[in-house]
C-alpha cells in the first residue's frame, strides 16, 4: 500500500512595525510558537536587539515615510496574514491602508481614532479583523473593567461609580530620582500628557480641568496591597460612559498614577516653558543654561535666583534641586538635533531618568466600582493589577503592553477570533482567552475584592 505524503505546512508569516521600547515580549511569544515576524524599523541595531533569542524573526530596514520604505512594504504585505503597528499612533492609519490594499489583519495597541474608526466599514466587507486599544492603557484596563461590569450585570446589578487609574512606574526599591519616574516609555509623550484638557463625571456633574491647570488639580489615591499615589484625570473619561454601557453610573473617571512630587515638579518645568514646541536657535543658546535663560528673560548672572522668584519658591525647594540634577542650569552643550525647549528637556530626562541594569519598573492599575442590586444589596468591588519587571530582564511596561496584542494575533491567526471590522477587546470573546492566558502563563493577575456596604 502506498504511503501518503504528509504535506508540508508553511509557518504562518506576521509583520511587526516598529522595534521601540514594548516590542521585544511580543515578538518572542509570536517566534515561540512557530510564527515569522518580519519585524521593520528605521534602526537596526533596535531590532537586532529586540530579536535576540528569537529563531523565527527577521529583522528589515524599514522607514513607511520613505518611498523606499513604501516600496518595501508592497513586497512585504502579499508574505504576511496580519500586520501589528507599534509605530507612534499616527502612522497607523497609513499602515491600516495597506493592510486592507493586501486583504490582511491588522493589530495595535493605541487609542482608536476618527481616522481608524473610519477602515472598520472595508475591513468587514473583506472579513478581516482590526484590533485596536490592546496593550495595558488602553487593553487590560478595558478587560479587567469589562469583566467585572458584565459580572455585575449577569446578577441584574447596575455600576453606580467607576475610577480607573494607572500608572508605569520605577520599582519602590528602584524609585532612587527626585522624579519618582523612570522611563519604560518615550518622554515626549509622558510630558505632553500634562497639557491634555480632562473630562469626567463626578457624583452627577460634568467637570472640566483645562490641560494648563491639570497638575494642579490632583488628588492622592491609595491603590490596595501598594501605597498612596498622586493622581490626576486622564483626558475624556466620559467616553467611557458609553465604551462600558454605564448609563446609570453618576462618577467616571480615569486617572493617571504618579509617585509623590511628580505633579508639583512637572508643573513648575511646565511654567518655565519646556513644553514648547516652537523652534529655538540652538546656535545662540547652545547650552542647558542659556536656554533657561532666554525662556524666562533672564541674564544669566544669577540663573538660580531669577527661577527662584519667577516660580515664586523658597531657594530650599525641591524643584531647584531636581532642575540641577537634571543639568537644566549647566552649561553642558545642547546635542544636535534637538529643535525645541520640550526635545531639551527629554534629551536631558532620556540620560538621566533611564532604569540602570537590574532594575525594575511596577505597572500598576486599580479600578473601584460601586454596584447595585434589586434587592437593595451594594457593592463595593475592586480589581488591582501589580507587576513588576524581571530583574535584568522585560519590563513590566513591555510585557503589559505587547503579551495582550501578541495573543490576540494568535487568536486571530489561528481562527479563534474572526469577527471581522475594528474591535477593541472589551468583549468576552477577547477579554476572557487574553486575560486567563495572562494570569496562567505570565503573572500578569488582577485580584478582584468585594465588599458588601
Keep these: 500500500m502506498a504511503t501518503e505524503k504528509k504535506q508540508k505546512t508553511e509557518p504562518i508569516?506576521?509583520?511587526?512595525?516598529?522595534?521601540?521600547?514594548?516590542?521585544?515580549?511580543?515578538?518572542?511569544?509570536?517566534?515561540?510558537r512557530g510564527y515569522v515576524v518580519f519585524v521593520g524599523s528605521r534602526?537596526?541595531?533596535?531590532?537586532?536587539?529586540?530579536?535576540?533569542?528569537?529563531?523565527?524573526?527577521?529583522?528589515?530596514?524599514?522607514?513607511?515615510?520613505?518611498?523606499?520604505?513604501?516600496?518595501?512594504?508592497?513586497?512585504?504585505?502579499p508574505q504576511v496574514s496580519g500586520v501589528i503597528s507599534l509605530l507612534p499612533?499616527?502612522?497607523?492609519?497609513k499602515v491600516a491602508e495597506y493592510a486592507l490594499k493586501y486583504s490582511k489583519h491588522f493589530f495595535t495597541?493605541?487609542?482608536?481614532?476618527?481616522?481608524?474608526?473610519?477602515?472598520?466599514?472595508?475591513?468587514?466587507?473583506?472579513?478581516?479583523v482590526f484590533i485596536n486599544e490592546c496593550g495595558v492603557d488602553p487593553g487590560t484596563d478595558h478587560m479587567s473593567a469589562m469583566r467585572v461590569i458584565d459580572s455585575v450585570r449577569a446578577k441584574k446589578g447596575k455600576i453606580t461609580s467607576?475610577?480607573?487609574?494607572?500608572?508605569?512606574?520605577?520599582?519602590?526599591?528602584?524609585?532612587?530620582?527626585?522624579?519618582?519616574?523612570?522611563?519604560?516609555?518615550?518622554?515626549?509623550?509622558?510630558?505632553?500628557?500634562?497639557?491634555?484638557?480632562?473630562?469626567?463625571?463626578?457624583?452627577?456633574?460634568?467637570?472640566?480641568?483645562?490641560?494648563?491647570?491639570?497638575?494642579?488639580?490632583?488628588?492622592?489615591?491609595?491603590?490596595?496591597?501598594?501605597?498612596?499615589?498622586?493622581?490626576?484625570?486622564?483626558?475624556?473619561?466620559?467616553s467611557y460612559i458609553g465604551v462600558y454601557g454605564l448609563k446609570d453610573a453618576k462618577t467616571v473617571i480615569r486617572g493617571t498614577l504618579r509617585n509623590q512630587g511628580w505633579c508639583r515638579q512637572v508643573k513648575k518645568l511646565v511654567d518655565l516653558g519646556y513644553l514648547s514646541l516652537?523652534?529655538?536657535?540652538?546656535?545662540?543658546?547652545?547650552?542647558?543654561?542659556?536656554?533657561?535663560?532666554?525662556?524666562?528673560?533672564?541674564d544669566?548672572?544669577?540663573?538660580?535666583?531669577?527661577?527662584?522668584?519667577?516660580?515664586?519658591?523658597?531657594?530650599?525647594?525641591?524643584?531647584?534641586?531636581?532642575?540641577?540634577?537634571?543639568?537644566?542650569?549647566?552649561?553642558?552643550?545642547?546635542?544636535?538635533?534637538?529643535?525645541?525647549?520640550?526635545?531639551?528637556?527629554?534629551?536631558?530626562?532620556?540620560?538621566k531618568m533611564g532604569y540602570a541594569p537590574g532594575e525594575r519598573d511596577m505597572l500598576v492599575m486599580n479600578h473601584t466600582f460601586l454596584a447595585e442590586f434589586e434587592d437593595g444589596t451594594k457593592q463595593n468591588i475592586t480589581s488591582t493589577l501589580l507587576n513588576y519587571g524581571i530583574k535584568n530582564g522585560d519590563t513590566s511596561m513591555s510585557r503589559t503592553v505587547s503579551l495582550p496584542l501578541a495573543i490576540t494575533v494568535n487568536l486571530v491567526l489561528t481562527g479563534k477570533f474572526t469577527k471581522p471590522g475594528l474591535s477593541i477587546p472589551t468583549i468576552p470573546e477577547l477579554y476572557n482567552p487574553i486575560l486567563n492566558e495572562l494570569e496562567q502563563n505570565y503573572s500578569i493577575k488582577f485580584v478582584e475584592k468585594i465588599t458588601t456596604l
Design 13 to 32: 508569516s506576521v509583520l511587526l512595525l516598529g522595534a521601540g521600547m514594548v516590542c521585544k515580549p511580543l515578538i518572542h511569544y509570536l517566534s515561540e
Design 43 to 77: 534602526t537596526i541595531s533596535k531590532i537586532e536587539a529586540a530579536i535576540e533569542g528569537a529563531t523565527n524573526a527577521k529583522a528589515i530596514k524599514l522607514d513607511i515615510e520613505s518611498e523606499e520604505g513604501q516600496k518595501k512594504m508592497d513586497e512585504l504585505m
Design 89 to 93: 499612533y499616527v502612522h497607523h492609519p
Design 109 to 128: 495597541s493605541s487609542y482608536t481614532t476618527d481616522t481608524m474608526r473610519g477602515f472598520d466599514e472595508e475591513a468587514k466587507k473583506k472579513n478581516l
Design 162 to 238: 467607576f475610577t480607573s487609574y494607572c500608572g508605569g512606574l520605577p520599582h519602590p526599591e528602584d524609585n532612587n530620582n527626585p522624579l519618582g519616574y523612570k522611563l519604560s516609555w518615550a518622554p515626549r509623550g509622558v510630558l505632553l500628557a500634562s497639557k491634555n484638557d480632562a473630562f469626567f463625571l463626578q457624583d452627577g456633574e460634568d467637570k472640566n480641568i483645562p490641560g494648563e491647570i491639570l497638575f494642579d488639580n490632583y488628588t492622592q489615591h491609595e491603590v490596595p496591597g501598594s501605597s498612596k499615589f498622586e493622581c490626576y484625570p486622564n483626558r475624556d473619561s466620559k
Design 278 to 298: 516652537e523652534e529655538t536657535d540652538f546656535s545662540t543658546y547652545s547650552t542647558f543654561g542659556l536656554l533657561l535663560a532666554h525662556m524666562i528673560g533672564s
Design 300 to 351: 544669566a548672572k544669577d540663573l538660580k535666583g531669577d527661577v527662584t522668584k519667577k516660580l515664586e519658591l523658597e531657594e530650599s525647594d525641591k524643584v531647584l534641586s531636581t532642575m540641577e540634577w537634571l543639568g537644566l542650569f549647566s552649561e553642558d552643550k545642547i546635542p544636535d538635533g534637538v529643535k525645541t525647549p520640550l526635545d531639551a528637556l527629554c534629551h536631558q530626562m532620556q540620560s
